[in-house]
Protein backbone atom coordinates (compact mmCIF):
# COMPACT_ATOMS: atom_id res chain seq x y z
CA UNK A 1 0.00 0.00 0.00
CA UNK A 2 2.20 2.92 -1.35
CA UNK A 3 0.83 6.42 0.26
CA UNK A 4 1.93 9.82 0.79
CA UNK A 5 -1.04 11.16 2.13
CA UNK A 6 -0.86 13.98 4.94
CA UNK A 7 -2.64 12.02 7.07
CA UNK A 8 -0.34 9.12 7.08
CA UNK A 9 2.54 11.32 7.73
CA UNK A 10 0.69 12.57 10.63
CA UNK A 11 0.23 8.94 11.87
CA UNK A 12 3.87 7.90 10.85
CA UNK A 13 4.70 10.64 13.22
CA UNK A 14 2.37 9.66 15.90
CA UNK A 15 3.82 6.14 16.15
CA UNK A 16 7.50 7.63 15.68
CA UNK A 17 6.92 9.79 19.12
CA UNK A 18 5.44 6.74 20.79
CA UNK A 19 8.80 4.67 20.46
CA UNK A 20 8.08 2.91 17.32
CA UNK A 21 11.30 2.45 14.85
CA UNK A 22 11.15 3.80 11.23
CA UNK A 23 11.46 0.16 9.96
CA UNK A 24 8.07 -1.16 11.90
CA UNK A 25 6.28 2.05 10.52
CA UNK A 26 7.74 1.50 7.34
CA UNK A 27 6.07 -1.90 7.07
CA UNK A 28 3.06 -0.42 8.33
CA UNK A 29 2.67 1.58 5.61
CA UNK A 30 4.22 -0.59 2.78
CA UNK A 31 6.96 1.88 2.55
CA UNK A 32 10.74 2.05 2.74
CA UNK A 33 12.31 2.92 6.20
CA UNK A 34 13.90 6.05 4.83
CA UNK A 35 10.36 7.27 3.41
CA UNK A 36 9.41 7.49 6.86
CA UNK A 37 12.18 9.44 7.84
CA UNK A 38 10.95 11.56 5.18
CA UNK A 39 8.15 12.32 6.31
CA UNK A 40 9.27 12.60 9.95
CA UNK A 41 11.36 15.29 8.26
CA UNK A 42 8.32 17.11 6.25
CA UNK A 43 6.33 17.00 10.04
CA UNK A 44 9.08 18.90 11.72
CA UNK A 45 9.75 15.67 14.14
CA UNK A 46 13.23 15.32 15.12
CA UNK A 47 14.85 11.88 13.80
CA UNK A 48 16.36 10.25 16.87
CA UNK A 49 20.49 9.41 16.71
CA UNK A 50 21.69 5.85 15.69
CA UNK A 51 22.96 5.62 19.84
CA UNK A 52 18.87 6.65 20.80
CA UNK A 53 17.74 4.05 18.43
CA UNK A 54 18.80 1.00 19.67
CA UNK A 55 18.92 2.70 23.42
CA UNK A 56 17.59 -0.40 25.80
CA UNK A 57 17.52 1.42 29.08
CA UNK A 58 16.10 4.80 29.86
CA UNK A 59 18.09 7.12 32.04
CA UNK A 60 17.25 10.77 32.56
CA UNK A 61 19.62 13.28 29.47
CA UNK A 62 19.08 16.42 31.69
CA UNK A 63 20.47 14.58 35.38
CA UNK A 64 23.15 16.96 35.35
CA UNK A 65 21.65 20.09 33.94
CA UNK A 66 21.10 21.47 36.99
CA UNK A 67 24.16 22.34 39.23
CA UNK A 68 23.23 21.05 42.75
CA UNK A 69 25.40 19.46 46.04
CA UNK A 70 23.72 16.13 44.58
CA UNK A 71 24.60 16.78 40.60
CA UNK A 72 28.12 17.44 41.88
CA UNK A 73 28.83 14.91 43.96
CA UNK A 74 27.81 12.24 41.24
CA UNK A 75 29.30 14.62 38.44
CA UNK A 76 33.05 14.30 41.25
CA UNK A 77 32.39 10.34 41.61
CA UNK A 78 32.64 10.19 37.41
CA UNK A 79 35.18 12.23 37.07
CA UNK A 80 37.77 10.54 39.75
CA UNK A 81 36.76 6.83 39.24
CA UNK A 82 34.87 6.66 35.71
CA UNK A 83 34.79 7.80 31.86
CA UNK A 84 32.63 8.10 29.07
CA UNK A 85 33.05 6.37 26.06
CA UNK A 86 33.30 8.60 23.41
CA UNK A 87 31.37 6.39 20.56
CA UNK A 88 28.46 5.94 22.57
CA UNK A 89 26.75 7.12 25.42
CA UNK A 90 28.35 4.75 28.33
CA UNK A 91 29.12 5.53 31.35
CA UNK A 92 31.47 3.01 33.21
CA UNK A 93 32.96 3.32 36.81
CA UNK A 94 35.32 1.11 38.50
CA UNK A 95 35.03 1.19 42.30
CA UNK A 96 35.52 -0.93 45.24
CA UNK A 97 32.83 -3.82 45.99
CA UNK A 98 32.21 -2.04 49.29
CA UNK A 99 31.40 1.33 47.58
CA UNK A 100 28.62 -0.24 45.78
CA UNK A 101 26.08 1.84 47.07
CA UNK A 102 27.15 4.60 45.02
CA UNK A 103 26.98 3.29 41.87
CA UNK A 104 23.12 2.57 43.70
CA UNK A 105 22.52 5.64 44.69
CA UNK A 106 24.24 7.41 41.28
CA UNK A 107 21.72 4.95 39.31
CA UNK A 108 18.81 6.65 41.19
CA UNK A 109 19.88 9.73 40.56
CA UNK A 110 20.10 9.40 36.71
CA UNK A 111 16.84 7.42 36.38
CA UNK A 112 18.71 4.47 34.70
CA UNK A 113 16.42 1.60 34.59
CA UNK A 114 19.41 -1.28 33.08
CA UNK A 115 21.37 -3.49 34.82
CA UNK A 116 24.46 -3.07 36.00
CA UNK A 117 27.60 -5.24 34.53
CA UNK A 118 30.48 -6.38 36.87
CA UNK A 119 33.95 -7.21 36.27
CA UNK A 120 36.02 -8.83 39.02
CA UNK A 121 39.84 -7.88 39.75
CA UNK A 122 42.32 -7.74 42.13
CA UNK A 123 43.66 -4.39 42.88
CA UNK A 124 47.14 -3.07 43.62
CA UNK A 125 45.52 -3.54 47.47
CA UNK A 126 44.50 -7.12 46.98
CA UNK A 127 40.99 -6.22 47.44
CA UNK A 128 38.33 -7.07 44.62
CA UNK A 129 37.11 -4.24 42.41
CA UNK A 130 33.82 -3.77 40.88
CA UNK A 131 33.31 -2.13 37.37
CA UNK A 132 30.09 -1.45 36.30
CA UNK A 133 28.86 -0.08 32.65
Not at 7 to 36: K, M, P
Not at 39 to 53: D, G, I, M, N
Not at 71 to 87: E, H, Q
Not at 123 to 128: F, V
Request: glycine content about 8%.
Amino acid sequence: MKTDRKEDRQEAARLYLAGENTIIIADHFGVHAETIRCWLHQESVKVRARWERSRKYSYRPDAFSIIDAESAYYAGLMMADGNIDGNRPLIQIEISREDEELLVGLRGYIGYDGPFSYRQRKTKKGRPGIWCR
